[in-house]
């Protein structure tokens, strides 16, 4: 039971048949490298024989210069009626020169009939030459039974005999594919503890999530007796996925005892996910398992009370062993322990300040939400015990949105600020009016915020609240979310106009911005004279 | 093997606990309304005793006219040293007036001494004696027993008795709760199993998904002899989401063969996880299984190729049968059996007309979203037959925000249109800057439409589509649900402008209104200058 679990990642390959994930060849490489820190063992990095720019990705891949990882190349058993020295599929994996070379062959007769178009007995000799063939010629050959499950259920006899015909080849390790993604955890255990009767080499296995089971199936197998397990960083994949390499490793890890990172390395999986999900640019839900920004949030008053006094009480494993983190979030509800924890987590004490927490029950029930706006709630609580001092004043806005006729709309917004003693007035033009907003008010403040170029909108979120009867006079809750290529932050604004709830979140992010650089306000006079009208009524 | 499985919903109460995710009590109803169309037996309303927003649902859904489903009210046993006379929790929970109530109670000892600091006698009494004083009050009770798992794992004996206590007070079912969400399916199933020996009451199975294992897990305690099952839409829930009914139920009825809601409500999963997402504002994972965009997309070229020839080679489950399609991404041929079904349901036959698909797909693709907008759809259909007439002419718009110093923001809006051969040029202020659109724009059209007046806007919601980098560049889809008192219909805009996103929307909504009114338009010539700009993409 303490035999050691070998990750297979297949995010550069499989990853990239979801839809809307693609990487450049530099991309992957920094993926690969990222990946290889990890800890990860195989990193399969593309099909050479079906992909142009993957025959460029192992060229670079030589000169990568990795610690743990071995880079495999991936293809398909040779063609009917071909040599594999006349098989250009075949040749490109040779040319791949990658230390590992993957070979996919058919395990299932409905798909040899229909797909291949072969007879059962072609495509077992074709499976055993082509292993035969690499094995020979490549440091080590893995070979991936597609569709075994499949196979195995509709004829159990030839779905094993085709991996007899591999392991005639000599691969280094059989790999168990539930290739349409529909197998159950109970089937995926048996047929592995089966098969392992069967064959005597190592086995593997590689699940797809069609039946939001992806993760399970692989436990199973693991169970079963698997050592070798395939799967992408944040599950990406062909239709509903692959099998989530960022939930498989934590629960191999720390629920079945498994040596498969080490605990060091685990410390980085939620900083691994983000990396890739930012190359991907394919944001990382907010539930994922271990690694969502939710994943131990806690939002209901009871679970935030308890989690206070002891963390297991609603929490199965440690934030801190993934590299997540504790959030408690501040909602209607929760009650005043939420948002004691929450200020504490911030770093701020709350104890006995009753006008604080008041205003801040105030302002939820009006329909500010801080759970995404750590930064509204962190400049909140400055603004309520006077120890905030406004960057700028603003002596006004106006943005215009006009339609002319056939013409496209277009918007564009005035700002006039005063910072300091200097007044700034300046106008922008948008595709909207927040966008035009927006630059109005960076173009007024860059000249004495230039750190504010560094800035710039991450997310924008639009809620209408409390939507009764009026319609539009209902209030609006914008959430935007701001980066500088260093952190992000969320921040919040409320009103019946959504041009003014854009206007008091876009407010707020440039202030956090300007607080977390040590940028210090130009004039304290100002701070009694403030009238940005963010989160007006905290201010008075 | 064959018992039925009751399905119990808690996207209510514990889909709101997830970040993000909030109802207002006229969503709660509309949704309530939905899952009892969609054959779900039990949807859990809220808490009363927690939640005030709560007690104001269970008073508007004694109203609803619901056919299959039984509203349940969720609250914890009884305070110590407190009766159930006295416990103003549990008679929250009687003036709820719902046909069931779930209450529940701590199994496991540590949270017994950690967060209820109790004795374990104390425990046991207040289970017992709160289950046996609703049982005889309501006309049934749920028992929720939490932290099952995590407590049968520390103290076995000691959980069993909890249930023992509870199954004294005359409960209809005892649910095993994965609180935290970390147990694995071979325990679920294993302890289940146990359980089933002691208890001989139907046992029921709640899950969350911190492992991302909570549909295995669902379908392992059902394996293991649990009846109803409890999770939400979508997987909404605290921390990493509730089992995902849109899983487990298709796992349950096409791969363990159970009675579910039956295979022709189990066509709905895809639209009823889609309606429940579009009133949350959340978007569903396009991966999602069953239910995502991607869950039948073939983008491979071997995938793709194997696929039409028999779809039984990549797909686990015909598509639709949950109500999914085909897709095949680097063919345009995807969506055609959505878009003819989507029609006919509104009573318009498609057959051939393939240049209205193309122009349909081509608007799927830019963003719109017809499914809670079919007064838009059925617009564009009249509009790409070229049947649609308009009963005006834009001649242009403009609003203006305007936020002077200290005064409250304001919006004016002005409206200029030809209707025959007049020329109307309105204005009107709002609090924001679609409420003063709306008022010029039936400000200018009343004089010629008198029934506009007893149109109202209902609900009006927003959401950016595509948000990859550029913020406010992305694209915002505007949805807008208006009334006269006798119906309400949807209709949707779409513009990177917020603005123009919302004109096109209430130009929809009126046009709408007037034709269902059997308003004739004044004038044909005005078909061919019709620049209102609405579904730009359609009118050419």
């Not at 800035?455 to 409390?466: F, G």
Request: hydrophobic residues 40%; contains cysteine; aromatic residues 6%.
């Amino acid at each position: 039971m303490t035999q050691r679990i070998e990750i297979y990642d297949t995010t550069l390959r499989d990853g990239t048949q979801g839809e809307g994930v693609n990487f450049s060849v530099s991309d992957k490489c920094r993926i690969a490298e990222h990946l290889d820190a990890f800890g990860i063992d195989f990193i399969e990095g593309g099909w050479p024989g079906s992909n142009p720019r993957d025959v460029k990705f192992f060229e670079r891949a030589k000169k990568l210069k990795l610690k743990n990882a071995r880079i495999a190349a991936f293809g398909s058993t040779r063609r009917h009626k071909l040599t594999c020295d006349m098989d250009s599929n075949v040749q490109a994996l040779l040319r791949a020169e990658t230390p590992v070379v993957t070979i996919f062959g058919k395990s299932w007769l409905f798909h040899v009939a229909h797909a291949l178009r072969l007879s059962p007995a072609d495509n077992l000799e074709i499976i055993e030459e082509t292993v035969d063939y690499l094995s020979s010629r490549v440091q080590s050959v893995i070979y991936d039974a597609e569709h075994f499950f499949d196979g195995y259920r509709t004829d159990p006899a030839y779905a094993l005999a085709t991996l007899r015909a591999a392991a005639a080849g000599g691969p280094q390790c059989i790999v168990l594919c539930d290739t349409n993604g529909g197998s159950l955890p109970e089937t995926v255990g048996r047929v592995t503890r089966e098969v392992r009767e069967q064959v005597a080499l190592p086995l593997g296995i590689h699940c797809h999530n069609d039946g939001e089971l992806a993760v399970a199936n692989t436990l199973a197998a693991v169970s079963a007796g698997a050592s070798h397990v395939q799967g992408t960083i944040n599950g990406y994949g062909e239709r509903c996925g692959n099998a989530n390499l960022c939930a498989v490793i934590p629960n191999l890890e720390l629920k079945l005892g498994r040596d498969v990172i080490g605990p060091e390395r685990l410390r980085r999986l939620r900083d691994t996910a983000r990396f890739v999900s930012a190359i991907a640019n394919v944001s990382i839900d907010t539930r994922a398992a271990f690694v969502g920004d939710s994943a131990f949030a806690h939002k209901g008053g009871v679970h935030v009370s308890a989690v206070e006094r002891n963390p297991a009480t609603y929490e199965h494993i440690a934030p801190e062993s993934v590299g997540n983190n504790r959030r408690v979030l501040v909602s209607d509800l929760a009650g005043r322990a939420n948002l004691l924890a929450k200020a504490r987590q911030l770093g701020i004490e709350l104890n006995d300040e009753q006008d604080v927490l008041n205003e801040l029950k105030r302002l939820e029930n009006e329909g500010y939400e801080f759970e995404a706006a750590e930064a509204s709630f962190e400049l909140l609580i400055s603004r309520l015990r006077g120890s905030y001092r406004p960057f700028f004043k603003l002596l006004g806005f106006r943005v215009i949105d006009e339609h002319r006729g056939a013409l496209m709309p277009m918007s564009e917004a005035t700002v006039k600020v005063m910072v300091g003693d200097r007044i700034e007035h300046t106008a922008a033009s948008g595709n909207g009016p927040v966008n035009a907003l927006d630059k109005a008010l960076r173009n007024a403040l860059k000249e004495f915020y230039p750190s504010l170029t560094e800035m710039h909108l991450v997310d924008y979120k639009v809620r209408v609240i409390s939507s009764n009867l009026s319609g539009t006079a209902s209030l609006v809750r914008v959430l935007i979310y701001s980066g500088d290529g260093r952190t992000r932050w969320g921040t919040v604004g409320v009103s019946a106009n959504i041009v003014e709830a854009s206007w008091q979140a876009l407010v707020e992010s440039v202030a956090h911005k300007l607080i977390s650089d040590g940028v210090v306000p130009p004039c304290d006079e100002l701070q009694i004279h403030d009238t940005n009208n963010s989160l007006k009524g905290a201010i008075g």
